[in-house]
């Protein structure tokens, strides 16, 4: 369900390029994907059931936050009269009823404020008291969860509904689910988090070591990445039940989960899907070139990313089943 993934770093896109150019196709390998760009540069951040896609176009003056359906794609408004800054609006999240939430920055000063977008039209969502906030995930319910900066200048959690913006304290937010359940991380000491689970205004840590969680699905079970700052490496991790399970190997990111329990993940390998203890990559299901941006993946299966063209063009595209 969520959103403006991380990237592969570009040494791996290299070393990606290189092993498949060296390495001949399998025969008889399941292609179940079919490729579709999106007809712009820039990022494929989330997709909904619909196969509605949310990205955000990177072209001068035209740039910004644009909705594509049906071969076509549509840019998100932002109203005249100089209060905001048009190219420097982000989408970053769709729900399934076509509402899409982001940010964009206020004209004439360094900050910005949380929006919606909703029958193309954008409502500022305001902040807790503070200069910005940032909107990351909404859910079929239109609940949206974010950061904003308080009164008092510190960095809060929120869950916006109805007009309201609510704290949610030293709990930051990256993904909500359709019952409300807000995945995210607890912020305790000065530096450090652990990967944290937010229901019925209650938050539980979902692990005792320095973690994140990164997205929900309407299960329950939350997927994100524990962080060796020796090694500075990650790996991916699912919690289930209160039970903490690591999916992928050593130097591995999970960022989505969808309700058929497939988890989009990034390896030292590439881009793969997890199912039930087994991986896939997606080399090997017909997805070329390498993926040097992850989005989201929808309930089908479908996933939308960036993949490496002839650097620096990055082509939003959708991977449908």
Request: net charge neutral; charged share 20%; glycine share 12%.
């Given at each position: 369900?969520?959103?403006?993934k991380?990237?592969?770093?570009?040494?791996?896109?290299a070393?990606?390029?290189?092993?498949?150019?060296?390495?001949?196709?399998?025969?008889?390998?399941?292609?179940?994907?079919?490729?579709?760009?999106?007809?712009?540069?820039?990022?494929?951040?989330?997709?909904?059931?619909?196969?509605?896609?949310?990205?955000?176009?990177?072209?001068?003056?035209?740039?910004?936050?644009?909705?594509?359906?049906?071969?076509?794609?549509?840019?998100?408004?932002?109203?005249?009269?100089?209060?905001?800054?048009?190219?420097?609006?982000?989408?970053?999240?769709?729900?399934?009823?076509?509402?899409?939430?982001?940010?964009?920055?206020l004209?004439?000063?360094?900050?910005?404020?949380?929006?919606?977008?909703?029958?193309?039209?954008?409502?500022?969502?305001?902040?807790?008291?503070?200069?910005?906030?940032?909107?990351?995930?909404?859910?079929?319910?239109?609940?949206?969860?974010?950061?904003?900066?308080?009164?008092?200048?510190?960095?809060?959690?929120?869950?916006?509904?109805?007009?309201?913006?609510?704290?949610?304290?030293?709990?930051?937010?990256?993904?909500?689910?359709?019952?409300?359940?807000?995945?995210?991380?607890?912020?305790?000491?000065?530096?450090?988090?652990?990967?944290?689970?937010?229901?019925?205004?209650r938050?539980?840590?979902?692990?005792?070591?320095?973690?994140?969680?990164?997205?929900?699905?309407?299960?329950?079970?939350?997927?994100?990445?524990?962080?060796?700052?020796?090694?500075?490496?990650?790996?991916?991790?699912?919690?289930?039940?209160?039970r903490?399970?690591?999916?992928?190997?050593?130097?591995s990111?999970?960022?989505?989960?969808?309700?058929?329990?497939?988890?989009?993940?990034?390896?030292?390998?590439?881009?793969?899907?997890?199912r039930?203890?087994?991986?896939?990559?997606?080399?090997?299901?017909?997805?070329?070139?390498?993926?040097?941006?992850?989005?989201?993946?929808?309930?089908?299966?479908?996933?939308?990313?960036?993949?490496?063209?002839?650097?620096?063009?990055?082509?939003?595209?959708?991977?449908?089943?």
């Amino acid at each position: 369900m969520l959103r403006t993934k991380t990237t592969l770093t570009m040494a791996t896109v290299a070393a990606l390029v290189g092993s498949m150019a060296a390495a001949p196709a399998q025969a008889g390998a399941a292609r179940p994907y079919r490729v579709v760009d999106l007809g712009f540069v820039g990022q494929a951040v989330a997709i909904n059931d619909k196969r509605q896609v949310v990205g955000n176009k990177i072209d001068g003056e035209n740039s910004g936050p644009v909705v594509w359906e049906r071969g076509r794609h549509v840019r998100l408004d932002v109203p005249a009269g100089g209060e905001y800054q048009a190219q420097e609006a982000i989408a970053t999240d769709i729900n399934n009823r076509g509402q899409v939430v982001g940010y964009v920055r206020l004209a004439g000063v360094a900050t910005q404020h949380a929006v919606l977008w909703e029958r193309g039209v954008m409502r500022d969502l305001g902040t807790l008291g503070g200069q910005f906030s940032h909107a990351f995930a909404i859910n079929d319910r239109g609940q949206v969860v974010g950061t904003s900066q308080n009164a008092d200048g510190v960095n809060h959690g929120f869950v916006w509904e109805d007009g309201r913006m609510t704290s949610l304290g030293l709990f930051v937010p990256d993904d909500i689910n359709n019952r409300g359940q807000i995945s995210g991380f607890q912020r305790y000491g000065d530096v450090n988090s652990t990967a944290a689970l937010l229901r019925r205004d209650r938050v539980t840590r979902l692990d005792l070591r320095t973690t994140s969680a990164m997205a929900i699905n309407n299960a329950g079970t939350v997927v994100g990445y524990l962080t060796d700052y020796v090694a500075e490496r990650n790996t991916a991790y699912l919690w289930r039940a209160g039970r903490a399970v690591a999916i992928g190997p050593f130097d591995s990111t999970a960022f989505d989960i969808n309700d058929r329990g497939e988890v989009l993940m990034v390896t030292s390998s590439g881009v793969e899907l997890w199912r039930d203890g087994r991986v896939t990559s997606l080399s090997d299901l017909g997805v070329t070139p390498p993926v040097v941006n992850v989005g989201a993946l929808n309930n089908r299966g479908d996933i939308v990313a960036s993949p490496y063209d002839s650097f620096p063009r990055v082509n939003a595209t959708v991977y449908l089943r």
